[in-house]
């Protein structure tokens, strides 16, 4: 039996809009002679005294972080800023209510590592927070991005990991104090997020800027999509994305990103074989993996170019899509033999880690406050702390 916090049962059911009976059936209560389903939930959110196994069904059920129910009070809504997705991707209502659990997640672990800079005497303004602007030329903005985060492309195209180049970029830029985190569930699969409806997310603060990236973002994405929410960061515009559609911010934050990874001067003077389809996507894939971005994306500045056709282009993107699609399906179907998910949810959290264990050992912050900043329980901080005991 676990012992949460009642009032956050109650709290998380409401948000959800879920009548208590409702809940009380797809919970699994049942009529007895102890009492109506009913009356048993309504005991449960009086006492906060909960099975594991209907604990694990409240978390399905109502989307939202576990440390939500151990809260003493429920969150004040959250301002996330702007929302700069295309309607279609914020279209689907339960997709979008986990996208708001997640945010609010992260909004609240962000204000708290920025209450601990300020308190422990550790804060600096990040004077490129807000330096870039719309009227600059993309060209311009990505060489200021390499320049400032003293991002070396030979190095980051070195191997044949698009996970190695992935890190390299990642701490270059937590080098600089931007929090990257990548999250796109609320702590089980059964709440993924398509990367159709959310991509990334953005804080841009000048002492605690934030970066999220959805973990269902392919690995060959994932360098970009970190550079197009950086570009959000400098931009001074906080938000969250998706698909770039029509938007002006996202068009220009998608243009930076791939500048900085690829140079115009290196897709005008690629020339893939054009004549046989499978020839013209092997070209494309080799040529993507060598400059570690993704397929579609060395598709999509040959289209801008003209050196492919809409059609082919088209055609190229439902490829590509289908590729990921398989990649996907393998890496479900593997026999476990993979990282466990507590090596998973470290890398997930990056130099969010390092700064948690610094601020719970020098006593700035308790085992519960870590677990928040964590997302974790308190009791599991040693699975992220070298098997550090919680005080």
């Not at 672990?109 to 005497?121: A, C, F, G, N």
């Not at 890496?331 to 507590?342: A, F, L, T």
Request: hydrophobic share 35%; glycine share 6%; charged share 25%.
């Amino acid at each position: 039996m676990l012992k949460v916090n009642g009032k956050m049962l109650t709290w998380a059911r409401e948000d959800c809009g879920i009548s208590i009976e409702d809940a009380a059936d797809k919970l699994g209560f049942k009529d007895s002679k102890q009492g109506s389903a009913t009356e048993k939930l309504i005991n449960v959110e009086t006492t906060g005294e909960i099975s594991k196994s209907t604990f694990a069904k409240v978390q399905t059920l109502y989307r939202k972080p576990i440390l939500t129910y151990y809260l003493n009070e429920s969150p004040a809504p959250t301002n996330v800023g702007e929302d700069f997705r295309t309607p279609e991707s914020s279209s689907d209502p339960r997709q979008n209510n986990i996208v708001k659990a997640i945010l609010s997640n992260v909004v609240a672990r962000q204000s708290m590592i920025k209450e601990l800079l300020v308190t422990e005497d550790e804060s600096q303004t990040l004077e490129f927070v807000g330096s870039l602007n719309l009227r600059m030329e993309p060209e311009t903005a990505a060489t200021k991005l390499r320049e400032l985060f003293d991002i070396n492309l030979i190095e980051y195209r070195k191997g044949t990991d698009y996970g190695r180049s992935f890190n390299y970029l990642r701490k270059r830029i937590e080098a600089k104090g931007i929090f990257v985190l990548i999250k796109g569930n609320l702590g089980n699969y059964h709440s993924d997020v398509e990367i159709g409806a959310f991509r990334g997310f953005a804080i841009s603060d000048e002492i605690a800027p934030f970066i999220v990236i959805n973990h269902q973002e392919a690995k060959s994405s994932r360098a970009f999509t970190l550079l197009h929410e950086l570009t959000h960061v400098l931009l001074g515009r906080t938000g969250i994305s998706a698909d770039t559609g029509e938007d002006e911010v996202e068009r220009f934050c998608d243009r930076v990103a791939s500048l900085v990874l690829l140079s115009e001067h290196e897709v005008v003077n690629f020339s893939p074989r054009m004549e046989i389809f499978s020839h013209l996507t092997r070209d494309i894939s080799d040529f993507a993996l060598a400059k570690k971005i993704s397929s579609t994306q060395v598709a999509f500045r040959l289209f801008q170019l003209n050196k492919i056709s809409a059609s082919a282009y088209s055609k190229l993107c439902k490829f590509f899509y289908e590729q990921w699609l398989n990649s996907k399906r393998a890496e479900r179907n593997k026999d476990g033999s993979g990282p466990n998910q507590n090596v998973i949810k470290k890398s997930y959290l990056g130099g969010i880690v390092d700064f948690a264990r610094r601020m719970f050992e020098s006593g700035a912050i308790s085992s519960t406050q870590a677990g928040i900043v964590l997302d974790t329980h308190p009791t599991r901080l040693g699975n992220f702390f070298n098997n550090t005991p919680s005080r």
